[in-house]
C-alpha cells in the first residue's frame, strides 16, 4: 500500500497569515493526489484534484503543487472561516489511502 | 444539486449487522464510481472500498475485505454498506463519497456505535 506522510499534524496561525500544508507519498503518484477540508461535525469537502486543479467553488487563495512524491497545499491570507483539518488522498493504485491530517487552528 | 443523503445513526450490539444506505440524486448514478469511507472518532480517514453502480464490480481495501460489503439498488440511485460481525473497533461515522476525478461529493455521513 502507498502511504501518505502529512505534516504538519497541527498548527496554529493568525487571519492573513499564509499557511503550507504537506503530504509526501511513499512511491511516485503521478499527480493523482486530493486535498480536502473537514469542518468538526462535517463531510470532507473537496478543494483540489489532480495536485493542482481547484475544485468548483473554491477561493482562489488555495491552491495545490507538486509532483511525484511530494505535494503540498498552500493556503493564502488565511480568512478565520479556513479553520479545521485537511487531509490528502491519493489515487494512484488502491487502496486509496489518505494522510494523517493536518488540524489547522486559527490564533 | 448533486446530493449524497445517507440514513441515520444506528446503535448496535457486537456480533450484529448493519446496513447503512446513500441515496443519489442529481446527476446519474451509473456513470461515477461510489465509495466508503471510515472516520473513527477524532481520528483519520480510510478508504474502504468502491463500487461501480453500472456493473456492481467492488474493489475493497483489503484491511475490509470481510468486513464490509457494498452493493447497489439502480432502481433507486441508492447505494448500500453492510458490515458485518462488528465489534467496537468499528464504531465509527460513516461515509459515501462520488468519484469524479477525486471524491467530489460526499454524504452527510453515518454515525454506527457498536455497544452492548
Known amino acids: 500500500d502507498i502511504q501518505m506522510t502529512q505534516s504538519p499534524a497541527s498548527l496554529s496561525v493568525s487571519v492573513g497569515e499564509t499557511v503550507t500544508i504537506t503530504c509526501r507519498a511513499s512511491?511516485?503518484?503521478?499527480?493523482?493526489l486530493a486535498w480536502y477540508q473537514q469542518k468538526q461535525g462535517k463531510s470532507p469537502q473537496l478543494l483540489v484534484y489532480a495536485a493542482t486543479n481547484l475544485a468548483d467553488g473554491v477561493p482562489s487563495r488555495f491552491s495545490g503543487s507538486g509532483s511525484g512524491t511530494q505535494y503540498s497545499l498552500k493556503i493564502n491570507s488565511l480568512q478565520s472561516e479556513d479553520f479545521g483539518s485537511y487531509y490528502c488522498?491519493?489515487?494512484?493504485?488502491?487502496?486509496?489511502?489518505f494522510g494523517g491530517g493536518t488540524k489547522l487552528e486559527i490564533k | 444539486e448533486v446530493q449524497l443523503q445517507q440514513s441515520g445513526p444506528e446503535l448496535v450490539k457486537p456480533g450484529a449487522s448493519v446496513k447503512i444506505s446513500c441515496k443519489a440524486s442529481?446527476?446519474?448514478?451509473?456513470?461515477?464510481?461510489m465509495n466508503w469511507v471510515k472516520q473513527s472518532h477524532g481520528k483519520s480517514l480510510e478508504w474502504i472500498g468502491r463500487?461501480?453502480?453500472?456493473?456492481?464490480?467492488?474493489f475493497y481495501n483489503q484491511k475490509f475485505k470481510g468486513k464490509a460489503t457494498l452493493t447497489v439498488d439502480k432502481s433507486s440511485s441508492t447505494a448500500h454498506m453492510e458490515l458485518l460481525s462488528l465489534t467496537s473497533e468499528d464504531s465509527a461515522v460513516y461515509y459515501c463519497?462520488?468519484?469524479?476525478?477525486?471524491?467530489?461529493?460526499w454524504g452527510q455521513g453515518t454515525s454506527v456505535t457498536v455497544s452492548s
Open positions: 442529481g446527476y446519474s448514478f451509473t456513470g461515477y464510481f
Open positions: 488522498q491519493h489515487f494512484w493504485g488502491t487502496p486509496w489511502t
Open positions: 512511491e511516485n503518484i503521478y499527480s493523482n
Open positions: 463519497g462520488r468519484y469524479g476525478a477525486a471524491m467530489d461529493y
Open positions: 463500487i461501480n453502480p453500472y456493473n456492481g464490480d467492488t
